[in-house]
Structures are given as C-alpha cells and as structure tokens.
C-alpha cells in the first residue's frame, strides 16, 4: 500500500486538508495506493513554485542544458523500466509486456526525442531591404499537463518533455484512476536536480484540482488529453483565461478493408488496432468497414484470431488482454454492448465477462468483443466506447467506405487496408480525421503531426508542432 505524495517546489507533499483519495488495482479490485485530495490551494502552491523557478536558474537555462537534463530523466526512466512498467501494469490493468515495450519505453524515448529536437531547433530570419527580422522563441511560462488513465506515463512524458525543453515550468495533473507512475515519473525527476519548482505535480480529482489548474490566472497555457466532453469544459475555461491550449480527446476511428488488402498483414493489423490495451486507445479501430465481397472471409478468420487472445492476469508476460479501467467502465461498456443488442445487432464473439480465478475475480474484465449487423448511425456504431468493442459494416464502393468513415462527430485517425496504391491515396486523401495509416497501425514516427479534427480536438502535438505550442514567437525588427 503505497501513500502518493504531490510533488511542489522539489519537496513531496500531502494535501493540506490531510484528505486522501483512494486509488484501486482494476485487475482485482484492490486498493494499492491512496493520493492526496488536491484542489485549489495545491494548484497555488504549484503555480507559484513554478513561477519561482522561471524567475530563478531555469528561467536561464540555456537549451544545452534543458536537453542535457531530459536526457538524464530518460537514464532516469530507463534505469527503472522493470519496475515502471511493473507499476503500471498494476495500476492500469494493461498486460506488462505492453506497459513495458510500449508504455515505458515510449515514455524514454518520449524524453530523448525532445531532448535531441530542442538541440537542433531553429528559428527564422526575415530580411527587408532597410530591416532584418529575427524570431525568438520563448516559453510559455507555467503550463497545466492534464493526462488521462489509458497511456499514463506515455502521454504524461509526451507533453512533459516538451515543455520543460522549451523552458516552460510544468505542473502536471496525472488522472486519478492511474497515480503511481507520474509518482515515479517525479522521483526521477527529484534524482536529476531540475531546479525546484520546475516540475509539479498535483494528484486529485478532475473537477478539483484539474479545474483549478485550467483556470488558475497565474498558468499560461494548457494541454489536455482526454474525453471529448471533459475537453470541451476544459476548453471553455482555459479560453475565458486567453491561455494557449491544445486538446487530443476521443474517437470512433475506422478501420477501413478492401478486398485486395493482404491478409497477413491485415489480420494482425485489424485485430491489434482493435483491442490494443482492451480498446483503450484514442486511436483504436472501433468501427471495421469491409468490402462486402470480402465480408464473410474477413469475419471468419478475424473472429478466430480474436477468440485465440490470451486474456488474464496482466502481470504474466505471456497476456495479451488485460483488465479494463475500472468496474464503472466495464459498466459503461456492458450498457454499449446491450444497446447493440437491442439496436439489432449480432455478437459474433464475446459480449460478456469471462470467468477469472482467485484474486482476479474482482477484476474489471471483459472478452474481446465483435458487433455485426448494426445500422452505421446506431449510437453504439456513432459514440466512443472507449473498450474491447469492435463494430463491423460492409461496403461496396471506395466511395462509401469514405462517406461511412467520415459519418462520426470525431475525426482523429483511420486506417486503410489494400494493396492498391493509387485508391490507399484517395482514400487517405478524402478522410476527415488527423492521422491515416496505411496497411499499418499506431506506427509512430515522434515527428509527425498528431492530432484530430471534429470533436477530437484542436491543435497537433509532435515534433516540431510541440515545441511551436510550448512557446510564443517573438518578432524583433531592426531598421537598418
Ligand atoms: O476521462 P476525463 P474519463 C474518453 C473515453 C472515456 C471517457 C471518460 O471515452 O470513457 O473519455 O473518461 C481530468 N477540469 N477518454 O472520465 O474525465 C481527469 O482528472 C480539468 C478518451 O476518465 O476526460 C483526468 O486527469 N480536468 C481519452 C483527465 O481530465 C479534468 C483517454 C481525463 O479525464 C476535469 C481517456 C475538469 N473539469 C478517456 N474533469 C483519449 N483521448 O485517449 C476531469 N479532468
């Protein structure tokens, strides 16, 4: 039993009401920790340690020694990946061979990345005739990190490592259902000498301690990630403030499958973007289009190879599907699966708990699940369900395969699979999201743009889109 600590000004500290919160293990149900209750006062505390630190050594820091430093926290991370993804695996229920080969990893090369990026980053020089322009670019100030359960230090380093690359003082606001490795996350931090105050952390409760981050006076901008209708309280706050904001929220991402597609890389593909981390992923394929000829084929062996996931204790590095979040949302996901029934639809495999053993039978499992025979515009084909669900829909033309992936509120991903290239051009081309792959799946290059359109949110994150949000462009014109 672990009791979490803030992390304000370069000492861990309780709430100062004393209050607690109690944080449970969701692949048995157990409590592993208790973090503090946070809300106003700790964000003040954090925000003005922040801005002490911008006023101390860090608000000199040179960009060699900000890089130096993140590099030093992926050591850091790197040194303890075992026992982060240990710790990760606990608190999320996601199997231990993805929290450690993608989690963990992600989150060192997370702080590596950015490290190199602010090494090699350049600004612009604009020349007049009787004038030069030059840019400068200058840190944000304090900036609010708000992180969700699914990938905790993976999107908590995403947004971290830019920022204090760029100069900017963080406090961070990790999601209350998964504290234990932001916890970590600021033990390294501590163990590298950052100037204090230069990395906050506050746990407590959205509508707490994350609401009076967002709409602190003394925090200059935000980055959330997280449910689209979270970001769109987060977004109304954050903008009554003029605070520079970026928002990754939800989808109800595509998977599109053409006939000619190449079953074995297809296969495999569809089914990972389908039920990666229990289909708790903002980019997971939710809703399977297949061209009608090759529908039949398809089902049969994608349910074969569903049905051959090995779903059980995510702490054995043989797992492939753990536990979801919690209880509340294996409920949340029951009540989608039994709207699919009463909209029609057909469970061609799972759509109920599987039986678990011993301490895991009060775990938040659920079986990999495969929808057939729902209209395209059934709220369980439309809304984010944000779990081991899949939907699967025929069409016939390129055309409709298009106007069905465009059909949601959201726009975040897709993915297209043909051996076709001209049509996997087209087709990347006419969709309505922010990220397409081809013949491929969450294949990550950390330069590239990512980020959604619609209800998925507004800004990129990436490369040199991370480093432009953690930063204001300053033009300096001189009369020659
Ligand atoms: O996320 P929330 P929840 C989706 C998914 C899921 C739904 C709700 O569909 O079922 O969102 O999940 C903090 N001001 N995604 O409720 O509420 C909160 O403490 C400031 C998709 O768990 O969005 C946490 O740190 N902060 C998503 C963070 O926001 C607030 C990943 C995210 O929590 C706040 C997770 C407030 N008023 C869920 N209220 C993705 N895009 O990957 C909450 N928070």
Redesign the pocket.
């Known amino acids: 039993m672990r009791e979490l600590k803030n992390y304000i000004g370069g000492s861990f500290l309780p709430a100062s009401s004393g209050a607690l919160l109690e944080n449970r293990a969701p692949a048995t149900g157990e409590v592993i920790a208790t973090i503090p209750a946070s809300g106003a006062s700790e964000i003040d505390a954090a925000v003005a340690a922040g801005r002490a630190a911008l006023a101390g050594p860090w608000g000199r820091s040179t960009v060699a020694e900000r890089a130096d430093l993140l590099d030093a926290i992926a050591d850091g991370i790197a040194r303890r990946a075992d026992e982060l993804a240990a710790l990760e695996s606990l608190d999320t229920g996601k199997p231990v061979a993805l929290a450690r080969n993608m989690d963990i990893a992600r989150a060192v090369a997370n702080f590596r990345f950015f490290a190199g990026a602010v090494r090699h980053d350049e600004t612009g020089c604009h020349e007049m005739a009787d004038a030069i322009n030059y840019t400068q670019r200058r840190p944000l100030g304090v900036v609010g990190l708000?992180?969700?359960?699914?990938l905790p230090l993976y999107l908590l380093s995403w947004k971290a490592a830019p920022a204090l690359a760029c100069g900017n003082a963080v406090v961070a606001?990790?999601?209350?259902?998964t504290p234990l490795t932001a916890s970590a996350l600021a033990e390294v931090i501590h163990g590298v000498d950052l100037p204090a105050g230069t990395f906050n952390l506050v746990h407590g409760?959205?509508?707490e301690a994350?609401?009076a981050?967002?709409s602190h006076p003394g925090v200059a901008g935000i980055s959330?990630?997280?449910?689209?209708s979270?970001?769109a309280?987060?977004g109304a706050?954050a903008s009554a403030g003029f605070k520079k904001l970026s928002l990754?929220?939800?989808?109800k991402n595509a998977t599109v499958v053409f006939a000619d597609a190449d079953p074995a890389i297809t296969l495999p593909g569809v089914l990972r973007a389908s039920f990666t981390n229990q289909g708790q992923?903002?980019l997971c394929g939710s809703r399977i289009l297949v061209e009608r000829r090759y529908l039949e084929s398809f089902l049969s062996r994608f349910r074969t190879a569903v049905e051959a996931l090995t779903l059980g204790d995510p702490s054995d590095p043989g797992t492939e599907l753990g536990s979801l979040i919690s209880a509340a949302?294996r409920e949340?996901v029951e009540h989608y699966v039994a709207l699919a029934r009463a909209e029609g639809g057909t469970i061609v495999t799972g759509g109920s708990r599987p039986a678990m053993q011993g301490s895991l039978a009060g775990g938040a499992f659920y079986r990999p699940t495969v929808i057939t025979g729902l209209p395209i515009d059934s709220r369980v084909a439309q809304e984010?369900i944000?779990g081991p669900v899949v939907t699967v829909h025929p069409f016939d033309t390129e055309e409709e395969a298009v106007a069905l992936a465009n059909g949601v509120p959201y726009g975040l991903a897709a993915s297209v699979w043909t051996r076709d290239l001209t049509r996997a051009h087209r087709v990347a081309g006419a969709l309505d999201v922010g990220m397409v792959w081809v013949n491929t799946w969450l294949k990550r290059d950390l330069r590239v743009p990512f980020g959604g359109v619609k209800a998925s949110g507004v800004g990129r994150e990436g490369g040199a889109h991370s480093l432009a949000f953690y930063t204001h462009d300053k033009n300096v014109c001189i009369a020659l």
């Open positions: 708000i992180t969700p359960w699914n606001k990790p999601s209350e259902l409760l959205g509508a994350g609401a981050l967002v959330f990630t997280g449910g689209t979270t970001g309280q987060v706050a990754e929220l939800g989808g992923v903002c949302h949340k984010e944000f």
